[in-house]
């Protein structure tokens, strides 16, 4: 089973400026598609968990561009180029090369 | 649009079987997988399976010999059933929509990007 570890477990975010969350896998998630398998899940406080990312680096319908996912092999990033209130939250990633696994979360707040 | 409403018992006791109906709204339950995650009180969130409405499942190795996962097209529902519940099982449990998102040739990639409102189910006697 693919291990996914995230990191930092919690991040305090100031608004208007960047943010970032790490989240390692215990394997590559380059599917011989040539395309990576993770995808990036926000659960705001009191709301089901909501789609951000999928395939690495694809932006969900709707999602400001202010978030953008990144990285290779066992190693990806989600970046918030402006944090703004409305994204506080847990963040999650997943890995969907081998069923899915979540990364343990991480809770942004200002 | 698509709208899912989860349903079933909030109180479950030990050693019974935990059953949840995910009813599929504004849209056909055909063509698409449908997937389970639960979120255990202060922990983060466990994908339990997923099931096509052709009868297709993968479920998670760790939950996989207690997860039995189904669909009723003449209903547009699909369900969960998780037997020989503990302690362990007490969470919040969330159904979802995997949708082909990108086409990759031969296939597609799926994503959970419609999800329900969540069902509390506390393992309980």
């Known amino acids: 089973e693919i291990v996914m570890t995230q990191s930092p477990l919690s991040l305090p975010v100031t608004p208007g400026e960047p943010a970032s969350i790490s989240c390692r896998s215990s394997?590559?998630?380059?599917?011989?598609?040539?395309?990576?398998?993770l995808d990036w899940y926000l659960q705001k406080p009191g709301q089901s968990p909501q789609l951000l990312i999928y395939?690495?680096?694809n932006r969900a319908y709707g999602v400001p561009d202010r978030f953008s996912g990144s990285g290779s092999g066992t190693d990806f990033t989600l970046k918030i180029s402006r944090v703004e209130a409305e994204d506080v939250g847990v963040y999650y990633c997943m890995q969907t090369l081998q069923g899915r696994t979540f990364g343990g979360g991480t809770k942004v707040e200002i | 649009q698509v709208q899912l409403q989860g349903s079933g018992p909030g109180l479950v006791e030990p050693s019974e079987t935990l059953s949840l109906t995910c009813t599929v709204s504004g849209g056909s339950i055909n063509n698409y997988y449908w997937s389970w995650v639960r979120r255990p009180p202060g922990k983060g969130l466990e994908w339990i399976g997923y099931?096509?409405?052709?009868?297709?499942?993968n479920y998670s190795p760790s939950l996989e010999s207690r997860v039995t996962m189904s669909v009723d097209m003449s209903k547009n529902q699909f369900s969960l059933k998780l037997t020989s519940v503990t302690a362990a099982d007490t969470a919040v449990y969330y159904c979802?929509?995997?949708?082909?998102?990108?086409?990759?040739?031969?296939?597609?990639?799926?994503?959970?990007?419609?999800w329900g409102q969540g069902t509390t189910v506390t393992v309980s006697s």
């Open positions: 395939m690495h680096s």
């Open positions: 099931v096509h409405h052709s009868g297709l499942t």
């Open positions: 394997q590559s998630l380059l599917h011989s598609s040539g395309y990576y398998y």
């Open positions: 979802a929509r995997l949708n082909p998102l990108r086409s990759l040739g031969s296939y597609y990639y799926h994503a959970m990007d419609v």
